[in-house]
């Protein structure tokens, strides 16, 4: 029986620097809650009418990206405007904090079982290019160089795990919580923390 979708909240995320101030220095960041809306929708029956409903909330978050983003000014640039939208994000989620579907202001939907495509190709740069360059600053000496590297490589690899754990308990068939602990190594009850991005 194919899996129905249960939006129970709509959460609205500014991205931020990271709390810790080296990480921050490398350029990593986390996604902050600012707002939620708690939502009554009917079950989904497929993807398709998941999408749908994600993509209804775009034009919602462009308004929250240009509030948040303060006054634009009557010469409203498309630069200022675009920089707006990639602070910004919604996450619908399920009861259990599941995602169900992550929504970008430029009109960009990621559903259960796909990776977000600037996610993808960071993952892509940092396996081709950024680990193979920390090496390279290893064999030279560079240990400096190499460590900041480290931490901006943490910070994909960090965001990647929340992607595939919020995949897992989104598919059609998904992995118990207990299992997921397991190979995450923590606790049942720390997977909240996980599905919103704060872990560590």
């Known amino acids: ?21 080296r990480q921050a220095e490398a350029g990593a960041t986390l996604w902050s809650t600012a707002s939620v809306d708690a939502v009554i929708s009917k079950p989904l029956p497929d993807l398709e009418s998941l999408k749908d409903y ?21 010469a409203r640039s498309s630069a200022v405007r675009h920089d707006a939208y990639r602070r910004v994000r919604a996450v ?7 995602a169900l579907a992550e929504v970008y202001a430029d009109g960009r939907v ?44 943490r910070s994909v690899v960090n965001s990647l795990l929340q992607a595939v754990l919020n995949m897992a308990v989104s598919g059609p068939e998904p992995v118990p919580r207990d299992k997921l602990a397991a190979a995450l190594c923590v606790r049942p009850a720390d997977l909240e923390g996980w599905y919103a991005g704060q872990a560590s």
Do not use: W
């Open 54 to 74: 994600a993509l209804a909330l775009v034009s919602r978050l462009q308004d929250f990206a240009e509030h948040t983003a303060g006054p634009l000014g009557e």
């Open 110 to 153: 990621a559903l259960p079982g796909e990776l977000d495509p600037d996610l993808r190709c960071r993952l892509t740069g940092l396996v081709n290019v950024g680990l193979p360059m920390v090496l390279r600053a290893v064999d030279q000496g560079g240990y400096e160089n190499a460590l900041e590297s480290l931490v901006k490589a």
């Open 92 to 98: 619908v989620r399920e009861k259990d904090g599941a």
């Open 1 to 21: 029986m194919a899996r129905r979708f249960r939006p129970e909240r709509v959460e609205y995320d500014i991205r931020i620097a990271h709390p810790d101030p």
